[in-house]
């Protein structure tokens, strides 16, 4: 039957932004299960506990996504290859569509493909936030000297800035050198 079909793609993408959603709150709620049961409490921080579960939610999250955009590509590149407007499923249903109906198609393959960016950008701003941010804040804080946590989260705060102030000098320097070596 068709119709189990339909309703996870239909014209507007909105069902697979849906469903695409419900699947990372799952994903998210099992990676926060898994590490509930698995980590010791005792030994591993809350904050640690955390930024890890982030980490495994946003390489598993990518997987998740993947096979919807792989589907989505393959549809696009047979339909330029036979020259006829297709439809977009579920990566096993594809169904060609007539020409009265390709451009209703096409709207429907624009919408989920900005559907699949939403969902990358997603996915990469909270890596980027990790990596950038959170992660080398937690590594300082763990590695500051202090007691107190206070101190602790001021120590790492202070080495953080100066961190990104070597960048920052590393950077102004490279740019230099590539402009002049490009004049």
Do not use: N
Not at 26 to 46: I, M, N, Q, T
């Amino acid at each position: 039957m068709e119709v189990g079909h339909r309703l996870l793609a239909d014209a507007s993408g909105e069902h697979m932004a849906t469903f695409l959603s419900v699947v990372w709150v799952g994903l998210f709620l099992g990676v926060g299960a898994f590490l509930y049961k698995a980590a010791d409490r005792a030994l591993v921080p809350w904050h640690t506990a955390l930024l890890a579960g982030l980490g495994a939610f946003s390489m598993c999250a990518i997987v998740v996504v993947a096979p919807f955009d792989l589907a989505l590509t393959l549809v696009a590149r047979r339909a330029e290859a036979d020259s006829t407007r297709v439809e977009f499923f579920l990566p096993a249903s594809f169904r060609v569509v007539p020409p009265r109906d390709a451009a209703r198609s096409r709207r429907s393959f624009e919408r989920h493909s900005r559907t699949l960016q939403h969902m990358y950008a997603t996915v990469y701003w909270v890596c980027f936030a990790m990596s950038l941010v959170a992660l080398p804040y937690a590594e300082e804080y763990t590695a500051s000297g202090h007691v107190a946590t206070l101190g602790r989260a001021l120590d790492a705060g202070r080495r953080m800035a100066m961190m990104w102030a070597a960048m920052a000098v590393a950077g102004a320097g490279e740019r230099a050198e590539h402009r002049s070596a490009t004049s």
